[in-house]
């Protein structure tokens, strides 16, 4: 229900029941009623300050075109921004907020599970298990690499990155990481710095993305790139699907040239590339790397208090632009 005497907000994806809560009490809400939301806003007649959305609701440029002239604040429910016309958004004055931060800790969970599902051959264990064709143990049976004594290599060691590798320490890696520049020691904690991901990738047994998708970073992971990794190499993605090229990566994989991938994240998806489905050495989750109750109670939090902080006129911390 709209209200003239608080922020207006329209939210515009389906979020879990507490953080819809949160938002209804906090503001004068009003629901997207269909699963059209952009266009829904671009009718809706009405006075809204502002949109609550996640990544099922791209910002394109055409889509912030069709916004009412009325709203000033786009709160995205992710970290990533690579959905929003930033440019355009800056242009018409839009201030938008994204949620760094409290979903780090959960994604780097993701990461781990991801990295250990593809070096103990999770898909294959899973698989026989499910398919009830296990017939006992036997000493040849699913072995896979151990992590401990390997090295990992991070592109992009920001907040996910650095708790990906305090994890990685503890299960007895070594850590690498690609970055624009080094870290300060104290955010390094003893990670090896290389300057190219050329570099880094190979000098490491185990590769995660943890970068944004930018014009920089998309189809970083290659046929050229995967030539120079040392053989046997895992990649694990939780950062965006269109860092990989598939075809690349799929070729690897098939000639054991990667030994597995972890991947939480696909270029075009839900339109997995379908080759991805034929690979036992592909350990594969549906873009789950915030999906944890603590990180999505959290994510809603952070866009609350960045809204009401925007509206007192303080600097939020989470504005993106
Ligand atoms: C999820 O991918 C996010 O950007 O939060």
Request: glycine share 8%; aromatic share 6%; proline share 4%.
């Amino acid at each position: 229900m709209i209200r003239q005497d608080a922020f207006r907000l329209f939210v515009a994806s389906r979020f879990i029941e507490p953080v819809e809560q949160a938002f209804t009490s906090t503001f004068s809400t009003r629901f997207a009623e269909t699963r059209e939301p952009l266009a829904e806003l671009a009718g809706i007649g009405a006075e809204i300050d502002g949109v609550v959305f996640s990544l099922d609701v791209p910002m394109r440029e055409a889509a912030i075109a069709a916004l009412p002239a009325s709203i000033r604040v786009l709160a995205t429910y992710s970290v990533g921004t690579d959905h929003i016309d930033l440019d355009v958004a800056r242009a018409r004055g839009i201030a938008v907020f994204n949620t760094p931060g409290v979903l780090a800790d959960s994604v780097a969970e993701n990461a781990i599970f991801l990295m250990l599902g593809a070096a103990r051959r999770g898909t294959e264990a899973i698989d026989l298990l499910r398919q009830r064709a296990w017939h006992g143990w036997n000493p040849a049976q699913l072995v896979g690499v151990q992590l401990a004594g390997r090295t990992l290599g991070i592109l992009g060691m920001g907040d996910i990155g650095r708790r990906i590798a305090e994890r990685a320490r503890a299960l007895g890696m070594k850590i690498l990481y690609c970055n624009r520049r080094p870290l300060a020691p104290e955010l390094a904690l003893g990670a090896g710095f290389r300057p190219t991901v050329e570099a880094l990738v190979r000098d490491v047994d185990v590769l995660v993305l943890a970068c944004p998708a930018t014009e920089q970073t998309r189809g970083i992971v290659n046929a050229e790139l995967l030539g120079q990794a040392r053989s046997g190499l895992i990649l694990v993605n939780i950062a965006r699907g269109d860092l990989v090229v598939d075809r690349a990566l799929i070729d690897a994989l098939q000639t054991d040239r990667v030994y597995a991938a972890g991947l939480d994240v696909f270029a075009g998806e839900p339109a997995i590339h379908p080759e991805y489905f034929d690979l036992k050495n592909v350990f594969m989750v549906p873009h789950i790397g915030s999906a944890t109750l603590e990180a999505r109670l959290g994510m809603g939090q952070i866009l609350i208090d960045a809204i009401l902080a925007w509206q007192r006129g303080e600097v939020v911390p989470n504005q993106v632009c």
